[in-house]
Structures are given as structure tokens and as C-alpha cells.
């Protein structure tokens, strides 16, 4: 690919993009999963008493209105305070603390102190100031939000004292009254979850990258409040097994669009296109005829809708190029998982011999892509990979194994902390192979040797979780966060441990291991049941009943004392 075009190849190629644009579509759901809002408009107004009073004047055409005054008035100005007092006469307004807000567009819960020195307890404010179970919707006016988060609830405005937003919520909360359907942007399978097994508590990312605190733990299981999620795909760029996709468009289906969208370019244009991801609102704004024509815009709900295994992909598939258009509006969390992901990914490529053909960019930047592609013509062209999506962590691994056989074919192991990717390694003299580790592995990346006592390990499924670790009670499992680029080891199926299996004294039925049966006799081999016979520790549990059964008949005393 070349910047040095002149203006009719230019023309060509942006004819090209547009037509490959316009007959290649995402498959979608047509009955896609939503979820409902209903609201009756009940506003409440929290702020400033003489800025909420203001507004709430302006509110006449919404349902019943409440105001929580939590600052002092702004202004000791005379008319203003006379403006105030004739403003929203019959609204009341409301003095207690603020205590929590929690809900969304249509159930809003706060909770407000009695107010009271000798009574401490919480009231639900909308039962007392408007004889409801809940607010419907909440406009603040205060300095700061009243709810702390990046991506505030549907419902919730928060214009602080910028009349102009203010103006803005105002023409939008009219539009807010009846029943509203929005999509379940996230589904999630509890199957294929590594954040708890057993009991024991493993992986927390998406936990960890929610901006809408939408996701919670309940029950030891990962839960996505369909009605706090915008959207954003944080949890499905950050989850190692695939357990949480997203649903408008599905994993498989924007695989499929990126693969038509680079190969049907490649063949109308012979150019290796440039992949533009941005984000279906603002990102879409800056997005005009002008850009260059080897560059192919793909709009998503969120620009980390599409996580590496999109970008690497999209890589070996035979685009030059992959970008991905950051703006002001995205939330900083999402912005920090996009730099720490795009930083791994050109290390996985540098580590290859590949140059970083994946950069983040802005709104100073899409004006002026020139130096970008100037930077990428020279780089060497990519043959495209022939291998179709599976799932997540299969594409990803499928794409940079392409990707190192078009460079320089490394088998090394580029090793950083907290990756999702690595090997379990054991210490076969502390291991008795009790197999605990593999029944709580999330992805069978552990499993057991069949009927021989064997723990087997396959790399390429290791999620890096810490269940396997956390479970063995010898601790004789470590971890190592790494990606190893030497494919045939990768996935292989190596033997951690195997041994002889332990048969019973008394039938010869196998029934343990020698480590376990030598674990139990150091452990208990001094207990009182054991102590008269500890030969029963290599017994069956049967032949170990009967024994004792044998044992009472002969002496049937000998219990008692």
C-alpha cells in the first residue's frame, strides 16, 4: 500500500470501499434479546434548592416532581432569590442527607437519613416526597455526581451548573415518559466462567473493567445487569474464556464481517486495506468521505467491542493495518484497557519479527492519517490466513500463528505478569495427584490421565485463572503467565505427573496412588481408628469396612475401650 496516490486512485479506491461497504453486512439477530423500561416521569431534582427550584419550574410537563437540596444556594442576589421563591411553588423540597442512589431509567431507588438526631434510620425518599415506590428519573445539578461512575445509568442526568446541558436534558426528559426497549448488548455463560469453582474464587476481570458497575458476584457467579450495561464490551474484551460475548453483534458474526469485508477489498482493489474501528456515536462524527481510500471504517456500540483477537485477525486476514479511534467521550476505564491490550498486542508482534501494525488514535489524528501510512507502505505484505473463527481464545492463537509463519516463525515465550495465557507447572514430589486441580479447571486445559492416575496439561487452553492453584491442597501447582509462540508445544498434551496406581492389600482392586496412600499414612497413620492397624490405609474403602467389621467380631469389646 502507498499514500503516494494521486487524486483519481484515491477516487477509485474510496469507490471501491464504498461498494464493498454497502453489499457486506454484520448478521444480526432479527428478534434480538431486550430488555424494558416503563416510566410514569417522576423526576426528582437534586442540587443547589434555588437551582433545582429553577429547573424543576421548567418540568411542568413531566410527572411528579421532588427536589433533594444537598448545597447551599448559589446566589444571595435579591431578584434571584425572589425568582426563586416564585418558582415551583408546589413542588416541595426536601433537606435530609443523601445516603445512596441505585437503579436505572424508570426504578430509581434513594435513600435519604430520617433527619431525625434520635432516629438513624434510612427512608426511601420517593415514598414520603411523591407517594411512589420509585423516582423514574434523577436530574443533578449538584458540583459532582451524585452517583460516581463513568457511565452514569439510563435516567440519570448529571448537568452540574452548565445551563447548557441543562437546557438539553430538560428538551430530553419529556421524551422519557411510556415504555422503552433496549438491547441485552451481553449474555453470559456460567459454564465456561473461571471465576469460581468449587468454592474457591479464581478470575475477576471483567469485574475489574465495568464502567457502569453493571457486573457483580452473587452467589459465587458472575451476573450483568442488562439494565446498567450500555454496552461498552469491557467484559467480553477482558474475559480469557469466551463466558461473556457480545450479543449485538455476536463473537462469530463480526469475525465473519471482518474477514468479507478485508478479502472482498483486497480482491476489488489489490491494495491491503486499513481497518478504522470507532465507536457508533461520537467516533462516527469525525468518520467523512475524505478518509483515505485503503482505509475501511468499522462502527461498533463501543470501540472495545472488538478485542485482540478482532485485530489480530483482521491482521491475518490481509489487512495492512489495524486502527482504533479513541475520542474524549470513551471512559477511562475502557481507554486503559485499550492501551494495556494494544501494548500487548505489538509486543506479541515485535516479538515475531512483525512491525506494530495496530495503533490507537484520536480525534487530533483521523484528520491526517498521512503519516500513519506512510509509516505502513513500507511494510511487508501479508499472505492471508485460510483459517475460519471458532471461538475466542482459537481464532486469537489461529491468527498469531499466521502471523509468525509470514515473519520470522519464533518458538520463544514472551513472558509478562497477569496475562491470560501461560502454563501450570507441579511439583511431582509434593503432587499425590488427588486431582483436585482438574475438576475445578474452567477450559480442561487440566484433566486426568483416564483410567492410569495421570495429570495431563494443554497450554493453549490454560486461562491463567488460579482456580487449579488455589485448590490443590499439597500446594504443589504454580503458574507462569507467558505467551508461547511455539505452536506444536503450545498445544500439546503433556503428562505433569503420572504413576503407578495403588492396588488394595486385601482384593487388589487400584484405588489410589503410592503418593497418596504414603500422604495418608504421614497424615493420619497416628489417629486412635488408625493406630491399631494402619495397614487399612492401603485397603479399599470396602475391604476397609469390612476389616473393621472383622476386627469388632473378633473383640467385640475392643470398641469401647
Known amino acids: 500500500m502507498s499514500i503516494n496516490l494521486n487524486n483519481d486512485t484515491q477516487v477509485e479506491l474510496q469507490g471501491v470501499r464504498q461498494q464493498v461497504l454497502a453489499n457486506t453486512q454484520v448478521l444480526q439477530n432479527l428478534i434480538p434479546p431486550t430488555v424494558s423500561y416503563t416510566t410514569e416521569g417522576n423526576v ?65 431507588q434513594v435513600k435519604v437519613d430520617s433527619g431525625s438526631e434520635t432516629d438513624t434510620a434510612v427512608i426511601d425518599l420517593s415514598l414520603v416526597a411523591i407517594r411512589k415506590a420509585h423516582f423514574d428519573l434523577i436530574l443533578d445539578l449538584s458540583q459532582s455526581p451524585c452517583v460516581n461512575l463513568e457511565m452514569l445509568p439510563p435516567g440519570y442526568f448529571y448537568v452540574g451548573q452548565d445551563t447548557a446541558k441543562l437546557d438539553d436534558a430538560i428538551n430530553q426528559l419529556p421524551d422519557l415518559i411510556g415504555q422503552f426497549d433496549k438491547p441485552r448488548y451481553v449474555k453470559v455463560n456460567s459454564e465456561l466462567c473461571a471465576h469460581t469453582r468449587n468454592g474457591i474464587d479464581g478470575c475477576n476481570r471483567c469485574l475489574n473493567f465495568c464502567p457502569a458497575d453493571a457486573i457483580q458476584s452473587i452467589d459465587k457467579m458472575i451476573e450483568i445487569d442488562p439494565y446498567l450495561c450500555h454496552g461498552a464490551g469491557s467484559c467480553t474484551n477482558a474475559c480469557p474464556t469466551g463466558a461473556i460475548s457480545y450479543d449485538l453483534p455476536t463473537p462469530q458474526a463480526l469475525h465473519s464481517y471482518l474477514h468479507k469485508l478485508v478479502t472482498r477489498y483486497s480482491e476489488k482493489a489489490q491494495v491491503a486495506p486499513v481497518i478504522l474501528f470507532h465507536d457508533e456515536a461520537n467516533g462516527a462524527a469525525l468518520i467523512t468521505n475524505e478518509l483515505p481510500g485503503s482505509v475501511i471504517p468499522v462502527a461498533l456500540e463501543e470501540i472495545t467491542v472488538a478485542s485482540m483477537d478482532h485485530w489480530m485477525s483482521s491482521l491475518a486476514w490481509g489487512a495492512c493495518q489495524v486502527l482504533v479511534l479513541n475520542t474524549a467521550a470513551t471512559a477511562p476505564t475502557l481507554t486503559q484497557m485499550l492501551e494495556g491490550d494494544l501494548k500487548l498486542a505489538n509486543d506479541i508482534l ?63 515465550c514472551l513472558s509478562q505478569s497477569n496475562l ?17 486441580c482438574v475438576s475445578t479447571c474452567p477450559t480442561q486445559a487440566l484433566t486426568d490421565g483416564g483410567d492410569k492416575p495421570a495429570l ?75 493406630s491399631a492397624n494402619t495397614e487399612r490405609l492401603k485397603m479399599c474403602s470396602d475391604c476397609r469396612v469390612k476389616d473393621m467389621f472383622e476386627d469388632i467380631l473378633q473383640d467385640p469389646e475392643k470398641q469401647l475401650r
Request: with cysteine; aromatic share 6%.
Open 420 to 436: 491470560p495465557y501461560g502454563k501450570v507447572s507441579v511439583n511431582k514430589d509434593s503432587c499425590t495427584l488427588c486431582l483436585s
Open 350 to 412: 515485535d516479538e515475531m519479527g512483525q512491525p506494530q501494525r495496530i495503533s490507537l488514535i484520536d480525534e487530533s489524528t483521523i484528520g491526517d492519517l498521512s503519516a500513519l501510512l506512510e509509516a505502513s507502505s513500507s511494510w511487508p505484505v501479508i499472505v492471508p490466513g485460510e483459517f475460519a473463527a471458532t471461538t475466542k481464545r482459537s481464532t486469537l492463537y489461529a491468527a498469531i500463528d499466521h502471523l509468525n509463519e509470514q515473519a520470522a516463525s519464533v518458538e520463544s
Open 44 to 108: 426528582l431534582v437534586i442540587g443547589p434548592e434555588d437551582l433545582a427550584r429553577l429547573a424543576a419550574a421548567r418540568l411542568a410537563n413531566m410527572g411528579k416532581v421532588a427536589i433533594l437540596a444537598n448545597e447551599a444556594i448559589t446566589s444571595q442576589d435579591e431578584d434571584h432569590l425572589e425568582k426563586v421563591m416564585t418558582s415551583a411553588e408546589d413542588v416541595e423540597s426536601f433537606y435530609n442527607k443523601l445516603v445512596e442512589i441505585k437503579g436505572f431509567l424508570g426504578q430509581f
Open 456 to 530: 495431563n496439561f494443554v497450554e493453549q487452553d490454560c486461562v491463567q485463572c488460579g482456580l487449579c492453584e488455589k485448590a490443590c491442597p499439597e500446594n504443589a501447582i504454580s503458574l507462569t503467565s507467558q505467551m508461547n509462540f511455539d505452536k506444536a508445544e503450545r498445544q500439546a498434551c503433556k503428562t505433569l505427573k503420572e504413576e503407578e496406581p495403588f492396588e488394595c492389600i486385601r482384593c487388589g482392586t487400584p484405588f489410589a496412588t503410592k503418593s497418596m496412600v504414603q500422604r495418608m499414612q504421614d497424615v493420619i497413620g497416628g489417629h486412635s481408628a488408625f
